[in-house]
């Protein structure tokens, strides 16, 4: 009977791709990170709040609450907290009180956050077209 190797394993193949994932994870999103930040000052999580909002961009405002938001994101709260707060002092989003909870906030993007988006846009896809094309 011959042996058969741990690394032959299913549970092997598995814990194997996933360390895969995490690589290319860890890779793409260093290089969004960089390539965002010093070419449009964002980072990688403002691209992603601002292009979640962005279905108002060019429209009449849609507001978000942002619990919805925050479920949609990959942040903690406290992340995501602060990314919200860092895009509201930069003009980018513009936060309102929701009429039936005061509670509750709402979240949209303004025009500068929908320029901004769009300058970034073709950034944010170059790296991405780098790894996935």
């Known amino acids: 009977m011959e042996a058969v190797s741990e690394f032959a394993t299913?549970?092997?193949r598995v814990d194997a791709q996933w360390s895969d994932v995490l690589h290319?994870?860890?890779?793409?999103?260093?290089?969004?990170?960089h390539a965002l930040q010093s070419?449009?000052?964002?980072?990688?999580?403002?691209?992603?709040l601002l292009k979640?909002?962005?279905?108002?961009?060019?429209?009449?405002?849609?507001?978000?609450?942002?619990?919805?938001?925050e479920a949609q994101m990959y942040l903690s709260q406290s992340a995501?907290?602060?990314?919200?707060t860092r895009l509201e002092k930069a003009g980018l989003v513009e936060r309102g009180?929701?009429?039936?909870?005061?509670r509750s906030n709402?979240?949209?993007?303004?025009?500068?956050?929908?320029?901004?988006?769009d300058a970034a846009g073709p950034t944010y896809r170059a790296v991405l077209s780098k790894h996935f094309a």
């Not at 979640?52 to 938001?69: E, F, R």
Request: charged letters at 25%; one cysteine or more; aromatic letters at 8%.
């Open 10 to 12: 299913p549970e092997f």
């Open 24 to 33: 290319a994870y860890h890779s793409v999103s260093g290089q969004l990170e």
């Open 39 to 48: 070419g449009h000052g964002l980072g990688m999580s403002d691209f992603e």
């Open 52 to 69: 979640i909002l962005s279905k108002s961009c060019g429209k009449a405002k849609n507001k978000i609450l942002m619990k919805d938001l």
């Open 80 to 84: 995501f907290s602060r990314t919200v």
């Open 97 to 102: 009180a929701c009429d039936n909870d005061r």
């Open 106 to 117: 709402f979240l949209a993007i303004t025009s500068e956050g929908c320029d901004l988006l």
